[in-house]
């Protein structure tokens, strides 16, 4: 099971950081990922990292922006989003796998 929480109201150029708690498998064997979806698009890859935590990737809208990072003690993965912009605004999930989360909105308004 993935869940996500973390979500909100944000104004342009603020930070929020993102939460997925995992149970019911290997989680510190298992690369995790973050997607975000807008409305009538497909779901875009954001962020990947892997078991151990030594190896992450970014999707080129992101780098610089987004950290993405695990304690496997708690089986939960973040995704720290900073400089946010309001072409951010995605309902946010968490992936490994074939399961998904059911999404966190992110909102950057101002």
């Known amino acids: 099971q993935l869940v996500e929480s973390g979500g909100d109201l944000v104004q342009p150029g603020g930070s929020l950081r993102l939460t997925c708690a995992a149970s019911?498998?290997?989680?510190?064997?298992?690369?995790m990922h973050w997607y975000r979806q807008v409305p009538d698009k497909e779901r875009e890859w954001v962020a990947r990292i892997s078991g151990p935590g030594d190896s992450t990737t970014y999707a080129d809208s992101v780098k610089g922006r987004f950290t993405i990072s695990r304690d496997n003690t708690k089986n939960i993965v973040y995704l720290q989003m900073n400089s946010l912009r309001s072409e951010d605004t995605a309902v946010y999930y968490c992936k490994t796998g074939n399961h998904w989360g059911r999404g966190t909105q992110v909102t950057v308004s101002s």
């Open positions: 019911g498998f290997d989680f510190s064997r298992s690369h």
